[in-house]
């Protein structure tokens, strides 16, 4: 092997360790399932994760900026994106993850529409989110999980080709909806209403009953409605499970169903998320990761 080469080699298993350090420090629901996966796939997720919580952080690290310097800052992560993936330089750049970006992209053969679509999400969440209806929920769903979903299968490798790939998406749109509940009145004190416009008027809640922590029968109404729905995508896209390659099955299990246990805990009491962002503790993830592993994978 040549130096170059050599060299080459050596920086992306530099950037590759840095990646896997922000996954096990700021994944805290996808690194209990990542790390069930073998290599290659493993170190390509910690890299996918990492290359979305960068976006997340270029957005938030200039919160109190113009809204035009923070869109900028995000146009230009998509230009060094473009640039990194031609083969160009990203020396103007000091995020360590490009060259094991790079590499990612390379071996697994991602669409560049993928990243695209990822940073439209970004820029999105930069203004006052209102949604009108589902459909355009399902929309902005798309551009921050979906496409997430679609990259992973495409690390993982699946069967059953455009019809799973649509399968992916959807379990993607069931994690976004569990986060939106999750997260709901932080959000709103942030400016962002996820929950449809046309959901709220139904069921008599305003966005400043959530964002102010008012609890209702009106609100648990709400909450219940939404709950299934989302309950629904997870059982619409069920097939996926048996789809995705045998070595990535526990991975894909452990992170479905620490998403559905927080949806499970919100089920039992809607008003949960006035109150602070439902989560899992340490040993619930755990003792689903366990039974993940007991799980009979061909």
């Known amino acids: 092997m040549t130096l170059a080469l050599t060299d080459v080699r ?3 298993l530099d950037s590759q360790a840095f990646c896997r350090r922000v996954a096990r420090t700021q994944a805290r629901n996808f690194y209990y399932g990542l790390k069930l996966l073998p290599e290659p796939q493993r170190s390509a ?6 290359y ?16 035009s310097v923070r869109q900028a800052n995000l146009q230009r992560y998509r230009s060094l994106t473009h640039a990194v993936l031609r083969g160009e330089t990203w020396a103007d750049d000091d995020w360590p993850g490009w060259p094991a970006f790079a590499a990612m992209v390379r071996q697994f053969a991602l669409p560049v529409h993928l990243f695209d679509s990822m940073v439209d999400g970004q820029i999105h ?3 006052p989110v209102r949604m009108e209806t589902f459909q355009q929920l399902c929309a902005y769903c798309y551009q921050v999980a979906g496409v997430v979903g679609l990259a992973s299968v495409h690390i993982w490798g699946f069967t059953g080709g455009r019809p799973m790939e649509q399968l992916a998406i959807e379990r993607g749109l069931a994690f976004q909806l569990t986060n939106i509940l999750r997260d709901l009145r932080e959000d709103a004190q942030l400016g962002r209403s996820y929950l449809p416009r046309e959901d709220l008027q139904r069921f008599g809640v305003s966005t400043a009953d959530i964002s102010e922590g008012r609890n209702s029968p009106a609100f648990h109404a709400l909450m219940q409605f939404q709950v299934r729905r989302a309950a629904e995508y997870y059982q619409r896209s069920a097939p996926l499970d048996a789809a995705v390659s045998a070595q990535s099955r ?12 927080i949806l499970l805990r919100i089920a039992r009491n809607p008003a949960q998320p006035l109150y602070g962002k439902v989560r899992l503790g340490h040993w619930a993830k755990t003792a689903i990761v366990v039974r993940a592993c007991l799980r009979e994978t061909k």
């Open 45 to 50: 997720m910690f890299v996918l994760y990492a």
């Open 10 to 12: 050596r920086s992306v």
């Open 52 to 67: 979305m919580r960068r976006a997340d952080d270029l957005a938030d690290q200039t919160a109190d900026a113009q809204l």
């Open 125 to 127: 969440d930069l203004t």
């Open 250 to 261: 526990r991975t894909l299990y452990a992170m479905t169903e620490i998403y559905r246990a």
